[in-house]
């Protein structure tokens, strides 16, 4: 279960909507997105509860592996979470140990400053709270197995408790983080439910829900199912958040926990800017850090993604076999440039994902860098364009290139360019900085030849100075272009030669 936000709370009386399919299928999971809003039959209205996205896996039969069927998505937006779905996919899979990792790197951090302003203290284990439920046939699915929402049902309630014996008072849901099922429990399993609050942040808390099963054999071990944390925080009756009490934790494990929530919390909030935030609404460049680097390459990737699955893209010319489309949305201008070459596609990706080599055929590349290399698919760069300013000086780049090979067949190859913030690398006096919010590479294998687009989408100040300008542009892309085949054809003769 991927992290769920919960805008709002549903009454009693109010109609609860959920829309779920498949998103994506991958080799034995799948993607299941779950979109919940809430009604008023009163006066009609609609809104937002929350979004979220379940992965389930498909059990083999026997020793035979399983390969699902593909989902074949058909409307514009099927397309853009489909292709989403894949990095949705890759963050869960290094989500544990991203977390473990951050937990270790940032307990040690000051904490004394979160507690300002709150009210009086509460010891953590006052709020603690355990329960056993017995797994009957109405809890499970017709393979026995528990339904993982029972087993969060549970937790949430449990939680719940914990969360009101902090604040005495009805406390509300916003948060479930990340987590996984580790294993199935059955009918006629017993599990056993722990919650404690982790620690409280003036106006919100974390408890943490841990799920154990054992069967009546008291020999057979007992299993970790999962283990969540929930934000809580209590609402007045404006819906204002009420201040709450301080936690006190208890020694050892308590205040191992206490320090982590502290973690936990900057991580999430981060990831919610980082991963929530409309485009319109994110400041062009986002400040890289460890805590939020997995979230701005999946934001970076994803907004690369969603501008490939437009279908409004209007032919604006072509010139030599250079097509040139442009796309308005709202107060965005995007491009599009194609090219179709006869070199191989894989080829291409390394060649065009490797932009240090990109001053070799855009001659608005002066230079570029390698500042860090993040992981195997993900680096910053910094550039140095030929564009000089309106300060006479020439403009420099600090981007984040995120590479990402196809993940199933017709899958194209991606290169996402952004534009970050790196705090070990300030704005120096010789250039001016200048930022690009989203741009980049997606290439198709079509047989022999391949299809090379490159997108970008213009700033909003520069919106006018572009449109007044198209023909000059579709020259200069088309010249551009044409370069870059080259490139690309040379470098790959070169490889080939013995
Ligand atoms: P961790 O202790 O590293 O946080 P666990 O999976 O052991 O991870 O537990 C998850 C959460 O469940 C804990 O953070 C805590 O809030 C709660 N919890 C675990 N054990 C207990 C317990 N014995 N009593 C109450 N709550 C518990």
Redesign the pocket.
Known sequence: MDDIYFEHTISVGQVVNLKTKVNRAFNSSMEVGIHVTSEDLCNGKEWKVCQAFATFVAQPQGNKKVKLKPVTPVTEEEHLEHSIAAERRRMRLVHTDNIKDLLTRSTQQDERSLERGMNGEVLAQKT?V?SVELVLPPHANHQGNTFGGQIMAWMENIATIAASRLCHAHPTLKVIEMFHFRGPSQVGDRLIL???V?NSFKDSME????AEAFCHDVDVPRR?IN?A?MTFVVLDENNHQCILSRIKPEPG?GER?YR?AIARRKIRLDRKYVISCKQSEMPLSVPWDPCNQVYLSYNNVSALKMLVSKTDWVLASEINKVRLYTLEDGKFLSFKVEIIISVDARETFNLLSDLSRRSEWDKYYKECQLLQQVNEDDAIYHVVSTVSSTEGKHQDFVILACRRPPCDVGDPYVVAFRSVTLPTYPPRAEYTRGETLCSGFCIWSQGPRTKVTYYNQFTPGLVSQVTTNISGLSSDFANTYQSCEQFLIKNTMDSNQP
């Open positions: 603690r355990e722990k919650a404690i982790n408890v943490g829900v841990c970790h283990s944390f494990d926990r982590e």
